[in-house]
Every structure is written in structure tokens, then in C-alpha cells.
């Protein structure tokens, strides 16, 4: 094989690698991106789920004839 040829595919390789390193860190910031996301919309919906029923029975309704 021409040793030019060989250095090239050499350094191709390399590029290769750097290339799916820089991938696979864009892909584990972007998963972690979602969690938080759903985490941050989640959390305060299952707050409000405990908070509104505690509410609604400390509100006195006798004053609108319910």
C-alpha cells in the first residue's frame, strides 16, 4: 500500500474518533437536557396535586351558599 494512502486513512481514523467523542458528549448533554426539562415539569405538577386538594378544603364556602 502507498504510504501516502496509509497516512491518510491514518488520519482519517483519527478524525473518526475525535468526531463520535464530540457525538457522544452533544448526545449525553442533550439527554440530560430532557430530564431536567421533565424533571423541572413534573416535580411541580405532583406538588400541585398534593397542594390544591389542601386548599380547596381549607376555603370556606358557607359564604356562597354551596
Keep these: 500500500m502507498d504510504p501516502d494512502i496509509q497516512k491518510k ?3 482519517h ?6 468526531i463520535f467523542k464530540s457525538t457522544e458528549k452533544t448526545r449525553k448533554y442533550i439527554l440530560w437536557s ?9 416535580i411541580p ?7 390544591i386538594p389542601m386548599y380547596l378544603k381549607a376555603l370556606d364556602f358557607s359564604g356562597l351558599g354551596l
Aim: charged share 20%; aromatic share 8%; glycine share 4%.
Design 34 to 42: 430532557v430530564i431536567g426539562s421533565v424533571l423541572l415539569f413534573i
Design 9 to 11: 486513512l491514518e488520519e
Design 13 to 18: 481514523d483519527r478524525l473518526l474518533a475525535e
Design 45 to 51: 405538577l405532583i406538588i400541585l396535586m398534593f397542594l
